[in-house]
């Protein structure tokens, strides 16, 4: 990608989805609803180190659900393909927060991306590490190449007031043997790990990693096999848009993750990463501006992976 014709791609779609203002934001996380929903920004990050942004690219927000692919990331590190055995990987086909399907398959999530897998991936991470927050934390820092970054402890606290749902999702699948450790503890990573607040300079950067091969971009330093960083973009594109995910192919085709933040992160892999920050969301909990930011440009510089 040449610098000065991305860049004014980036002005140029930032001028096209400004004024969407169709959805509304997450105010069932009241700390959530505070947010000026009028904000933009989009950042792209490439495997070779060059960085283009533009709007408010350098705020930070709460990842919210973006967290569970990183999440995903380091529990990966620590058992494989064990986590097979607890969390499956097929496309759920309903909201983020459905209790039925976990009902009906016994207290085993259809995917990581959802809320009921990543709360199980929280409690291998809490089984397995010394200090499950501390710890996942700095992987975090790591992943980015940033220090300040840090839990947004009001989100953390505003989820953990309201999170009756995630409460039902947890005790469900306590109820079926599928959660190991102390429910307060696994819900009190899962909140903090949500609440983390990024830019989108600071998330491109951090999902290049996927579009590297699983290495670090600049250092070179292998964190993930290509058998598993080709897994975790898998897992991405058919499930880290909820049931919206077969539209996100159809219309943007990129690997992603999304949050009822209002972020975007995606993968074009051997490329570059990009992030994108909308607060509004539309009826299925994703970014309405960012989605449509997203397909414009991988329709202009002819970047899907299809």
């Known amino acids: 990608m040449q610098q000065e014709p991305l860049q004014d791609l980036l002005s140029g779609i930032r001028r096209s989805v400004i004024?969407?203002?169709s959805g509304t934001i997450a105010t069932y996380i009241p700390q959530l609803g505070s947010v000026d929903p009028a904000k933009f920004g989009m950042h792209v990050a490439t495997v070779d180190g060059d960085d283009f942004g533009i709007g408010?690219?350098?705020?930070?927000?709460?990842?919210?659900?973006?967290?569970?692919?990183?999440?995903?990331?380091?529990?990966?590190?620590?058992i494989g393909s064990e986590l097979n055995k607890r969390v499956g990987v097929e496309p759920s086909g309903d909201p983020f927060n459905s209790l039925i399907q976990l009902e009906y398959e016994r207290g085993v999530p259809r995917n990581p991306m959802i809320n009921a897998g990543a709360i199980v991936v929280c409690d291998l991470l809490v089984e397995l590490l010394d200090d499950p927050k501390g710890g996942y934390l700095s992987f975090v820092r790591k992943l980015s190449g940033c220090e300040t970054i840090d839990f947004d402890r009001s989100v953390?606290?505003?989820e953990a007031s309201c999170g009756f749902r995630n409460?039902?999702?947890?005790n469900l699948m306590k109820s079926f043997g599928n959660i190991r450790s102390d429910i307060e503890?696994?819900?009190d990573l899962y909140f903090h790990a949500c609440s983390i607040a990024m830019s989108?300079?600071?998330?491109?950067?951090?999902?290049?990693?996927?579009?590297?091969a699983g290495a670090l971009v600049g250092s070179g330093e292998k964190i993930l096999s290509k058998s598993r960083t080709k897994r975790i973009n898998a897992v991405m594109q058919t499930c880290g848009l909820y049931d919206e995910a077969g539209e996100f192919a159809f219309r943007v085709g990129l690997p992603a993750k999304s949050g009822v933040g209002g972020g975007i992160a995606a993968v074009h892999p051997g490329h570059y990463a990009v992030a994108v920050w909308s607060?509004?969301?539309?009826?299925?909990?994703n970014p309405a501006a960012g989605f449509a930011a997203l397909e414009l440009l991988t329709d202009q510089t002819g970047s899907s992976i299809f």
């Open 19 to 21: 004024t969407n203002d």
């Open 56 to 78: 408010d690219n350098q705020e930070r927000f709460s990842i919210q659900s973006i967290t569970k692919v990183l999440l995903l990331t380091r529990a990966k590190l620590e």
């Open 156 to 158: 953390a606290e505003s």
């Open 167 to 170: 409460r039902s999702i947890i």
């Open 185 to 187: 503890e696994v819900l």
């Open 200 to 212: 989108c300079q600071e998330l491109a950067r951090t999902f290049s990693l996927f579009a590297n």
């Open 279 to 285: 607060p509004r969301l539309n009826d299925k909990g």
